[in-house]
């Protein structure tokens, strides 16, 4: 092995933040972690859950909540901006406001 080439190597292994699984594998990055594992993906353990470690879910049900309003807003908006004039009556249409 030539001197001075290669990468240091750790066998620390990966560490899974969702489960505290340490898989032991060996890298050339120190720490590694992960979100999620085979020991605790919805996909491996046949549990029909959301993984959610970085709230994820909750700054999307935020955002979702926050465009809704936006939405609403607009509606309103633009529902009393198209909102028909009052009609003047037929008489006042032909001969103006002074008949
Ligand atoms: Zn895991």
Known sequence: MKQGIHPKYHDQGIVCTTCGTRWQIGTTRNNLRVEICA???????????????AGQVDRFMKRLSASQDRQAAIERQRGTKNQPAPKKSLLKEIYGDDA
């Not at 020991?39 to 470690?53: A, K, L, S």
């Open 39 to 53: 020991n605790c993906h919805p996909f491996y353990t046949g549990e029909q859950r959301i993984v959610d470690t």
